[in-house]
């Protein structure tokens, strides 16, 4: 199946009746169709700092493909600019990933995000609800009931509700996509290569970084 087909087919829309802050940014394609501009944009939720947001699935071989790229990119940006992921969930069943991903955030251990991928991909393993997580997550020396104490609070469940409304407002309909400064999407369905995609995004920020000064 290529690229573009698999995110024509990985569209859902996220649960019915969430309570949104923000309303939806419409989308306006480029005649290029490399990135979409978001209209109106959106705010940063890192105050006085340019925000790019990736959104991601771990269950997403597209994501596992980029992510070395991404972090490649995150590096090289200046120090008024922050990338942050954004694990998404298309649907219910997705939901324990993403509390994986801000429970190890909240924990510092954020060293473990690459081998969740390879977990996944490479190894094939099935960590895609809250047991098998745990489990997983044990294995990689992490005391379980610390872990579990994390996975389940309130603050893990506030930061999947934002995550969700975030989704939601760019009209985040596949993975792996970077938002540029709440005004740009740009994704592999539109660039047809990762790195296209990082290119572009690129490009994106050169711009916005440039209408600041």
């Known amino acids: 199946m290529s690229l573009k087909r ?35 944009a959106q705010p940063s939720d890192t105050p006085n700092k340019i925000e790019i947001l990736e959104f991601f699935a ?13 972090e490649k990119f995150a590096k090289t940006l200046p120090p008024n600019v922050v990338l942050h992921q ?26 473990l995000n690459d081998q969740v991928f390879d977990a996944i991909h490479k190894e094939h393993k099935s960590i895609f609800q809250a047991k098998a997580i745990a489990d997983w997550v ?13 996975y389940n609070s309130f603050g893990i469940n506030a930061k999947i509700q934002r995550a969700d409304e975030l989704t939601k407002t760019y009209k985040i309909e596949g993975t792996p996509s970077l938002a540029i400064n709440g005004q740009y999407v740009v994704s592999p369905s539109m660039t047809n290569s990762y790195q296209g995609t990082i290119d572009v995004a690129q490009k994106l920020l050169d711009k916005v970084l440039k209408d600041k000064k």
Do not use: W
């Open 138 to 150: 044990v294995s990689k020396g992490i005391d379980r009931a610390k872990f579990e104490a994390v």
């Open 58 to 70: 771990y269950s997403c071989p597209h994501c596992a493909a980029m992510q070395p790229m991404v």
């Open 6 to 40: 698999f995110f024509f087919h990985f569209i859902a829309v996220a649960a019915a009746g969430m309570s949104l802050m923000l309303a939806p940014a419409a989308q306006a394609q480029t005649a290029g169709h490399e990135y979409v501009t978001l209209n109106p």
């Open 86 to 111: 954004v694990p998404v969930a298309f649907n219910a069943s997705m939901t324990d990933l993403q509390k994986l991903y801000y429970s190890l955030a909240a924990m510092g251990r954020l060293d």
